[in-house]
Every structure is written in C-alpha cells, then in structure tokens.
T-cell receptor
Framework: AQTVTQSQPEMSVQEAETVTLSCTYD???????LFWYKQPPSRQMILVIR??????QNATENRFSVNFQKAAKSFSLKISDSQLGDAAMYFC???????????FGAGTRLTVKP | DGGITQSPKYLFRKEGQNVTLSCEQN?????MYWYRQDPGQGLRLIYY???????QKGDIAEGYSVSREKKESFPLTVTSAQKNPTAFYLC?????????????FGPGTRLTVT
C-alpha cells in the first residue's frame, strides 16, 4: 500500500519569509497525483496545489510551488512571502492513477510569526 | 453556490447510540468519500462510493455503515459497534476533468460520544 510521510510535525516561519514543507511517499506506480491541502483552524480542507506525476514541470500557484522529485519520491511545498493567513495544518496526499482513494500524511502544523 | 455540505457541525451522542452524519453535494460528482481525522494523524478512509447504489470499504470501515441512494447524498452511520467514535469526520467528492483529478471536501462534523 502506498504511504505518505511528513517528517516535520511542526514548522514556523517569519512573516514575509520562505518556508519549505517536506513530503515523501512510497509507491510502485508510475502514474499518480500528488496534492498539498491546507487545513486552517476552521478545519475546512482547501486544495493548495496539485502535481501530476507525468509532468516534469513543477506546479506553481501564486506564492506556492512544489519541488517534485519523482525518482526520490519527494514532493515538498515551498511557501514564499509567508502571510499570517498561511498558518494552518498542511497535508500531503497521494492518489494513484487507477486508485479509488487518497493517502494522506500526518500533517505539518505551520506557524507564521509576525 | 456549488459545494459539499455536512450537517451538523457539532454532534453529541451517548455511548451505545447510533448516529448518522449527513453529506450532500451539488457538484454533480460521481464519487464520494468519508474520512476520519484524529489528532496527530492524517485522514483515514472509512468508505467510498463511485456510483449510486455502490460503495466500498476503506481502511477503517468497522463500526460504520453508509448508503448511496442518490448521487447527491452519502450519509454515514456511526454504529454502537465503533469502539472509539469521537473524531472529526470529513466528507469529500471527486471528479475527473479531462486529465485532471480533483477532490473537494466538506466542512466536516465533529462527533463527540460520551
């Protein structure tokens, strides 16, 4: 079974600085999707960014970008110009191309210091 | 507005009682999911449904039951057989848009059983 590992239970960053959240996964599949979700205190899960494994180019959404290393099975999230509103739990998730569900990491709690 | 609704936001029950959590979506998505979230853990899949009148067990289905009589609705019943039902429950739905897979979440229901 696929597993997703987030090795940083907590991270902090100074407002306006850059922070990188780590994620590794284990799979034998060649086609899959990777996601980062944000869960603020409201607990609503919000999709931050998505990466298709067949695409070599790293996905970018405004201040959020990923570093996708397929061979290393690594999928880190970089948040640039951190804002107070970025404070949340961040979950990395994996979905196989032919699977019916997502696998989630345990999450990283991000604190943004003013 | 299109989206996923879960009600109620907070639910309290006595031990030994069955309780049903509601999940409705108007996104016209075929697939729907139920996840459980405990502190310090990622989301774990309870049940999922790819089409009406069909559903499959996830990793932690014991003590739970579901139905999918309508495309829009996927209620989850937490039975008295569930040993530790207190948790945060998230409903989700998903769709393929061309070559892109998208999964969206509802706001969640916090269930407390005493």
């Amino acid at each position: 079974a696929q597993t997703v590992t987030q090795s940083q239970p907590e991270m902090s960053v100074q407002e306006a600085e850059t922070v990188t959240l780590s994620c590794t996964y284990d799979t034998s599949e060649s086609d899959y999707y990777l996601f980062w979700y944000k869960q603020p205190p409201s607990r609503q899960m919000i999709l931050v960014i998505r990466q298709e494994a067949y695409k070599q180019q790293n996905a970018t959404e405004n201040r959020f970008s990923v570093n996708f290393q397929k061979a290393a099975k690594s999928f880190s999230l970089k948040i640039s110009d951190s804002q107070l509103g970025d404070a949340a739990m961040y979950f990395c998730a994996y979905r196989g191309y032919n699977n019916n569900d997502m696998r989630f990491g345990a999450g990283t709690r991000l604190t943004v210091k003013p | 507005d299109g989206g996923i609704t879960q009600s109620p936001k907070y639910l309290f029950r006595k031990e030994g009682q069955n309780v049903t959590l509601s999940c409705e979506q108007n996104l016209n998505h075929d697939a729907m999911y139920w996840y459980r979230q405990d502190p310090g853990q990622g989301l774990r899949l309870i049940y999922y449904s790819q089409i009406v009148n069909d559903f499959q067990k996830g990793d932690i289905a014991e003590g739970y039951s579901v139905s999918r009589e309508k495309k829009e609705s996927f209620p989850l019943t937490v039975t008295s057989a569930q040993k530790n039902p207190t948790a945060f429950y998230l409903c989700a739905s998903s769709t393929w848009t061309g070559d892109v897979y998208e999964q969206y979440f509802g706001p969640g229901t916090r269930l407390t059983v005493t």
